[in-house]
């Protein structure tokens, strides 16, 4: 499994990052975690065709993560030509708040015909979510979003890829994170607690109890992107490539 991290910034462009967006390269399929409103970017600056991508689960509703839905979709219509369906998994209320952020956005251009169907999955918390090549189990996060926010763990090609979504630090992300062959940690800040974010420091606190195989950070702050040199964990970047 091949992942691009297409976007790894926060919500306010620090450091010049683009927002979450990560391109999973698996044997039968092509998925994205997350399309930040500036996910259609993130896809041509680093040379993905969108029509690759059979699936995208959102983790929260915040526009840094799911704005650029309405962009997706209407670039498959118009550019990219797309006639393969799309699968949208995310949270409860997703469809509505899609429906009203691409309505806001781009009036009319909701209910027109396309040459190919969306089909949105609003997933129940806890509740393991069985798609056609991979499986996802949201798990409640600490983060208000209007709706469920979620961290996600993943499983496809018989590996578990951990994605924390944004969260302040909530005992579900050990059972999200548990064992994972990679977790992807929200990583806000060096070591200052705030409300809906997970920092450096209690993120590390907690690693041995979860105990992932590979840990990357993302969604960090200008205070996090100005230490970089001085942590012990990898830190994800814009077009940063692994393979798990
Ligand atoms: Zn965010």
């Known amino acids: 499994m091949r992942i691009t991290f297409a976007g790894s910034g926060d919500a306010f462009g620090s450091g010049g990052r683009l927002n979450t967006c990560f391109y999973v390269e ?8 997350d399309c930040g409103a500036s996910a259609m970017i993130s896809l041509r600056k680093f040379h993905i065709n969108p029509n690759s991508i059979s699936t995208i689960v959102v983790s929260h509703l915040h526009g840094d993560h799911f704005g650029g839905l309405g962009f997706f979709i209407l670039d498959a219509q118009l550019i990219s030509k797309r006639n393969t369906d799309l699968t949208i ?3 409860p209320g997703l469809e509505k708040r899609h429906r009203a952020a691409m309505e806001a956005l781009f009036p009319g251009s909701v209910d027109v015909a396309r040459k190919f169907q969306i089909r949105f999955i609003e997933m129940p918390a806890g509740q393991e ?13 600490e983060h208000f979003s209007g709706a469920p926010s979620y961290a996600l ?8 890829l951990t994605y924390t979504g944004d969260t ?21 800040h060096p070591d200052r607690q705030l409300k809906g974010h997970l920092d450096l420091k209690t993120l590390k606190q907690h690693l041995e109890e979860i105990a992932p195989k590979r840990v990357i950070l993302t969604h960090m702050s200008s205070a ?13 970047y814009d077009g940063l ?3 798990i």
Do not use: H, S
């Not at 090549?133 to 996060?141: E, H, I, K, M, Q």
């Not at 005992?171 to 929200?186: F, S, Y």
């Open 89 to 91: 998994v995310g949270p």
């Open 224 to 236: 996090m992107l100005d230490n970089l040199d001085n942590i012990d964990l990898e830190a994800a």
């Open 241 to 243: 490539v692994v393979t």
């Open 26 to 33: 698996a044997e039968k399929t092509d998925f994205l975690i």
């Open 129 to 141: 979510i069985i798609l056609e090549n991979l499986t996802v189990t949201p798990f409640v996060a």
């Open 153 to 160: 763990r993943i499983k496809c090609d018989g590996r578990i």
């Open 168 to 188: 302040q630090w909530t005992e579900t992300l050990v059972a999200a994170g548990l064992n994972a062959d990679l977790m992807i940690a929200e990583c806000y």
